[in-house]
C-alpha cells in the first residue's frame, strides 16, 4: 500500500500531494529529500518516515532544530503512524499522512439551479431595471422638493449613483459567497435580481398608496399588506441562494425563510416597548384618486366604538 | 425738588412699612409652618418636598404635586414633616387635583395657627408669600395682588412676586396674615400663581376625620377628573361655535373664553413655496398627576394649504406628509396609559372626501378617563388642503364623541 504525504497550509488547506511506494521517504529543505519543503524553520534533513518488516510506518525526527510535534503540540522522537490522516508540524510546516486505501468524498455535481435564471443575465434587462429603479428615485427627489429647493432639486441627483451602489452589497455578498464554494459567482444575474426585485417593492408602494386611500379598511387590503412584502422578500432570497448555489432544497427553504421572516421580527422587537403616540395610516391622494364612495360621519363614529373596547381590555 | 423728595419719602416709608408687615407675618406665623419632605425609604433621603401650613390643630395644606409621589407608590416612601430639627409622620386626608391641592394630618401643632381671610384681596394690595425656596429655610415674599388669572379655566390669583421651587404649598397671606390662598406656580419673571381661598376652605370642608386607606384616593382622583372634564367640556358643546373662513375652510374663532388662540403664516419667499396659514386654539393649564403624566389639555389645530404655483402630486406628497404625524399634547408614560388604538377612512364632511383619523388611549388607573387625537384633511380637488385636528386628553368617551361629532360637522371646507 503506498504512502501519501500532504503539505498543509496554516489554514490546513492542501497545498501539495507526494505519494511513495518505497520503505524510506526523507523529508527536510535539501535537494537530496524526497519531500522537498521550503518552511525556513524546518532543517535541511529533518525526518524519516520508513516502513519497518512488519509493514508499520514509523516517523523519526533526525534531530532537528525545531523538532517534530505531533497534533497535540508534543515535541516527538520517533511516532507510528496508526490512523488515517494523522497531522505533524516540522518547523512551521504541516502535513498530513494518509494512505492510498483513504475513500475520497463524494463527487460534487455542477450548479444547475442557475440554469432556468439564464434570462436574467441578459445585459438590456439589467440596463431598464437600472434606469427604471434610478427614475423612481428621482421622481422622490422631484417630489419632496418645494420652495428653494425646487430650483435645485436635480442637484441631489448626484447622490443617485451612490445610492445604487449600495445596492450592489448584497448581490456581491452572494457572488463572493458562491466563488468561495467554487461555484459560478452569477454577479450580474445577482444584480439584476435584487434590482428587479427592489422596483417591484417600489410598484408595490405606490399600489399601496393608492389601495389604502380607497379601502382603509378593506381586509383584503390589509392581508396584501403583509403578504405582499413578504412574498417579495422571499423572491429576492430564494432565487439569490438558488444564483449562488445553494443546492439543498431544505437548506435554500430555512435560509430564505429566516431572512424573511426579518421583515416582521424587527417591528416585532420594536413593539415590545410600547409606543406612546399614535401610529395610524393616512394615505391621502388628489380626488381625482378616489374610486370608492366616503362614509358617512355616522358609520365612522360607529366605527371608533371598537377603538374604546380594544383600550379596554 | 421739593416733590420729588417728597415722593422718595412717601416710598420709602411704604417700603418701610411693608419690610414691617412682613416681619411681623412672619414672626408671628413661623411656627406653624413646616417643610413637607416624600423621603425615599430604601436611601432616607428626600425625593420631593414643598411647604405646607397649619389650619387647625391637625391640619395641615399643601400641594397635590408635592406629594404625589407618596401617594403613587405608598410602599417605597414616606411623608415627613420637618418643622425645625424635628421630624414628624404625615398622613394624607384629602386631595384635590384639579386644584393641586392636598390636606395632612399632622401632629398636634400648639401654637398660633394661619386662619382663611374673610375675602380676596383688592387688586394692588400686598400680600406675602410663606414657604422653603430651594430647602434654603423658610422665607417671606412680598408681592402685590393683582386680580385672577385671566383666560383660566382653572381659578388663581394672579400675584406679582417671586416664587420658587419647594414655595410650592406655602401660604400666602394679606397684611393682616389671613391666608388668602396657597402658592402653586410660577411662571418667569415675578409671576406666580396662588390658589384662592374658597378652594383651600372647600376642600377642608369636605375632609373626613380619619385618613382614608391609600388605595381610596386612586378612585377620589378618578372623580375628580371626570367631573372637572364634564365641567370644561359641557360649555364648548353646549354653545354654537363662532365660526370665521380660513382659506376655505370654516373654524371656530373662539371656543371658549379659557382658550387662547395663535395664528401663524408662512409669507412665500419663492414661486415654489407651499403657503400655509395655522390657527390653534388651546387651553394652557394641565392637571398634574404626577412627574411624568399631565392630563386635562385641550387643543385645536387648523391649517389652510396652497401650493397653487405646484403640480398636484407633488402638491399631495407634501399636504399628506403634514397629516403623518399626529401626537397627544399631555406628558404620560406606558404606566400610565394604554397604547393608542386608531380608525381612519376616507369621510365625507359637508359633501368633501376627507381623510378622517380618530386615535384613542385609554387611563390605566382611571377608568372611563381617554386621550383622543382626531386629524381631518380634506381630499384635494385642486392644489388646495384643510388640515383640521384636536387632541383631549383625560375625557370621558361620551364627551369625547359628542365633541368629534360637533367638530365633524361644523370644522368644514366651504
Known amino acids: 500500500m503506498a504512502i501519501i504525504i500532504e503539505l498543509l497550509n496554516s489554514q490546513g488547506q492542501s497545498t501539495g500531494i507526494h505519494k511513495f511506494s518505497q520503505s524510506d521517504i526523507r523529508i527536510g529543505r535539501s535537494y537530496d529529500n524526497d519531500v522537498i519543503l521550503l518552511d525556513p524553520h524546518s532543517c535541511a534533513e529533518h525526518a524519516i518516515l520508513s516502513r519497518d518488516e512488519h509493514g508499520q510506518w514509523l516517523l523519526r525526527d533526525l534531530n532537528s532544530a525545531n523538532g517534530t510535534l505531533n497534533s497535540q503540540g508534543q515535541r516527538v522522537e520517533m511516532v507510528p503512524i496508526a490512523a488515517q490522516g494523522q497531522t505533524f508540524t516540522l518547523g512551521k510546516q504541516r502535513l498530513r499522512i494518509l494512505f492510498s486505501d483513504t475513500v475520497v468524498a463524494p463527487t460534487l455535481p455542477v450548479a444547475t439551479g442557475w440554469q432556468s435564471l439564464s434570462w436574467l443575465a441578459s445585459l438590456p434587462l439589467l440596463i431598464t431595471l437600472l434606469v427604471l429603479v434610478s427614475a423612481d428615485f428621482a421622481y422622490n427627489t422631484w417630489l419632496s422638493a418645494i420652495g428653494e429647493n425646487a430650483e435645485r432639486w436635480h442637484r441631489q441627483l448626484v447622490l443617485i449613483p451612490f445610492i445604487l451602489m449600495l445596492f450592489l452589497l448584497w448581490p456581491a455578498f452572494l457572488a463572493l459567497l458562491a466563488r468561495f464554494r467554487s461555484y459560478e459567482p452569477h454577479f450580474r444575474q445577482q444584480v439584476s435580481l435584487t434590482f428587479g426585485v427592489l422596483l417591484l417593492w417600489l410598484l408595490w408602494e405606490k399600489l399601496q398608496l393608492w389601495l389604502g386611500f380607497n379601502f382603509s379598511n378593506n381586509l383584503l387590503f390589509i392581508a396584501l399588506q403583509a403578504i405582499i412584502p413578504t412574498l417579495i422578500l422571499a423572491a429576492l432570497f430564494w432565487y439569490g441562494f438558488k444564483l449562488a448555489g445553494v443546492q439543498r432544497k431544505a437548506v435554500q427553504l430555512v435560509l430564505t425563510l429566516l431572512l424573511t421572516s426579518s421583515y416582521w421580527s424587527i417591528p416585532y422587537l420594536q413593539s415590545i416597548t410600547p409606543t406612546l403616540q399614535p401610529s395610524y395610516q393616512a394615505e391621502l391622494l388628489p380626488a381625482a384618486f378616489l374610486i370608492t364612495t366616503p362614509t358617512s360621519t355616522e358609520a365612522f363614529l360607529i366605527q371608533t366604538e371598537t377603538l374604546y373596547q380594544q383600550v379596554n381590555q | ?414
Open chain 2, 1 to 414: 425738588m421739593l416733590l420729588r423728595s417728597f415722593c422718595c419719602c412717601l416710598l420709602f416709608m411704604a417700603l418701610a412699612v411693608c419690610a414691617d408687615v412682613a416681619q411681623q407675618v412672619f414672626s408671628q406665623y413661623q411656627d406653624a409652618l413646616m417643610e413637607v419632605q416624600v423621603v425615599e425609604l430604601q436611601s432616607q433621603h428626600k425625593s420631593s418636598f414643598g411647604s405646607g401650613f397649619y389650619v387647625a390643630p391637625e391640619l395641615v395644606v399643601t400641594n397635590y404635586h408635592v406629594i404625589s409621589s407618596f401617594l403613587d407608590t405608598p410602599e417605597s416612601y414616606q411623608l415627613i414633616a420637618k418643622m425645625g430639627e424635628t421630624l414628624n409622620p404625615l398622613q394624607v386626608i384629602a386631595v384635590d387635583v384639579v386644584n393641586d391641592l392636598a390636606l395632612l394630618k399632622a401632629p398636634e401643632h400648639k401654637g398660633l395657627l394661619f386662619s382663611l381671610a374673610e375675602k380676596l384681596p383688592e387688586q394692588g394690595e400686598a400680600v406675602f408669600s410663606l414657604g422653603n425656596p430651594h430647602g434654603l429655610g423658610m422665607v417671606v415674599v412680598p408681592g402685590t395682588y393683582n386680580g385672577l388669572k385671566q383666560q383660566s379655566f382653572y381659578p388663581r390669583l394672579h400675584v406679582t412676586g417671586s416664587l420658587n421651587s419647594g414655595m410650592s404649598g406655602g401660604p400666602s397671606v394679606n397684611a393682616a396674615g389671613d391666608v388668602v390662598g396657597v402658592n402653586v406656580a410660577t411662571r418667569g419673571n415675578q409671576v406666580a400663581f396662588v390658589v384662592p381661598l374658597a378652594q383651600v376652605a372647600a376642600l377642608i370642608g369636605v375632609a373626613p376625620e380619619t385618613a382614608p386607606a391609600n388605595s381610596e384616593f386612586t378612585e377620589l382622583v378618578r372623580e375628580q377628573l371626570l367631573e372637572n372634564q364634564q365641567n370644561m367640556l359641557a360649555p364648548i358643546l353646549a354653545s354654537d361655535w363662532l365660526m370665521k373662513a380660513l382659506g376655505r375652510g370654516q373654524v371656530p374663532e373662539t371656543i371658549a373664553p379659557f382658550m387662547t388662540c395663535w395664528g401663524h403664516t408662512n409669507t412665500s419667499q419663492t414661486a415654489n413655496e407651499l403657503r400655509s396659514a395655522r390657527a390653534s386654539c388651546a387651553l394652557q393649564e394641565q392637571i398634574f398627576l404626577s412627574r411624568d403624566f399631565y392630563t386635562g389639555s385641550i387643543e385645536m389645530q387648523f391649517e389652510w394649504l396652497d401650493g397653487s404655483a405646484l403640480p398636484l402630486l407633488k402638491f399631495n406628497h407634501h399636504y399628506a406628509q403634514k397629516i403623518a404625524n399626529s401626537r397627544s399634547e399631555n406628558r404620560a408614560t406606558a404606566k400610565d396609559v394604554t397604547e393608542f388604538s386608531c380608525h381612519s377612512d376616507v369621510v365625507q364632511l359637508n359633501e368633501r372626501a376627507t381623510r378622517v383619523v380618530y386615535c384613542v388611549r385609554g387611563y390605566k388607573a382611571y377608568s372611563g378617563l381617554y386621550d383622543v387625537v382626531y386629524v381631518a384633511a380634506t381630499v384635494s380637488r385642486q392644489q388646495q388642503g384643510f388640515i383640521s385636528r384636536f387632541s383631549l386628553s383625560g375625557v370621558s368617551k361620551e364627551n369625547a364623541d359628542a365633541l368629534t361629532r360637533k367638530f365633524m360637522e361644523t370644522v368644514v371646507w366651504q
